[in-house]
T-cell receptor
Framework: SQKIEQNSEALNIQEGKTATLTCNYT??????LQWYRQDPGRGPVFLLL?????KEKRKERLKVTFDTTLKQSLFHITASQPADSATYLC???????????FGKGTRLSVIA | GAVVSQHPSRVICKSGTSVKIECRSL??????MFWYRQFPKQSLMLMAT?????????EQGVEKDKFLINHASLTLSTLTVTSAHPEDSSFYIC?????????????FGSGTRLTVV
């Protein structure tokens, strides 16, 4: 079965630095990969989507890369702020109306 | 944008009672709803998938008689936890996809924290 690993359970960085989160998967590549933000006691909020034929996507301070050879996606937050502190989840989508498959998430803490 | 409203956000119930959680799509037709459960510091685990007007498909290990899912309309799905026990205490989240949903397809509710005492 498909396994998704997000490299660390928790990541602490200084305000202003770039946070880099990793998502690795096994087996076959998804049609697309998504990143979500989840705050405590809340549902996930969609951030970015990247398709299997795309290498990089950007949205404001966020950047996602997707390497289907390495079976890896990197999620970057540049000029990080304390308000970016949250858990970030990667999720794989395959086809049709199939459900997303989620990683465990990385809890990011941005320290002022 | 697409909005999924989930209620209640928190509920505390006594062991042995039943609890109903509602999930509504406010501005699109949710042909498919997914119900997830999330334990502390864990990933979202899919419990079941429901298509409007059809019986839900449950994941392995999820008791369909305990977690009743109804998806009778294109805007409403409900999850009823029957005869709840303390081990059912968890964070339950719905998500929806369908016509009119964003092109990434999935919108999540804000979750329900269930505590069974």
């Amino acid at each position: 079965s498909q396994k998704i690993e997000q490299n660390s359970e928790a990541l602490n960085i200084q305000e202003g630095k770039t946070a880099t989160l990793t998502c690795n998967y096994t087996n076959y590549s998804p049609a697309y990969l998504q990143w979500y933000r989840q705050d405590p006691g809340r549902g996930p909020v969609f951030l970015l989507l990247i398709r299997e034929n795309e290498k990089e996507k950007r949205k404001e301070r966020l950047k996602v890369t997707f390497d289907t050879t390495l079976k890896q996606s990197l999620f970057h937050i540049t000029a990080s702020q304390p308000a970016d502190s949250a858990t970030y989840l990667c999720a794989l989508y395959y086809s049709g109306n199939t459900p997303l498959v989620f990683g465990k998430g990385t809890r990011l803490s941005v320290i002022a | 944008g697409a909005v999924v409203s989930q209620h209640p956000s928190r509920v505390i119930c006594k062991s042995g009672t039943s609890v109903k959680i509602e999930c509504r799509s406010l501005d699109f037709q949710a042909t498919t709803m997914f119900w997830y459960r999330q334990f502390p510091k864990q990933s979202l685990m899919l419990m079941a998938t429901s298509n409007e007007g059809s019986k839900a498909t449950y994941e392995q290990g999820v008791e369909k008689d305990k977690f009743l899912i109804n998806h009778a309309s294109l805007t409403l799905s409900t999850l009823t936890v029957t005869s709840a026990h303390p081990e059912d205490s968890s964070f339950y989240i719905c998500s929806a996809s369908g016509q009119g949903a964003p092109n990434y397809g999935y919108t999540f509710g804000s979750g329900t924290r269930l505590t069974v005492v």
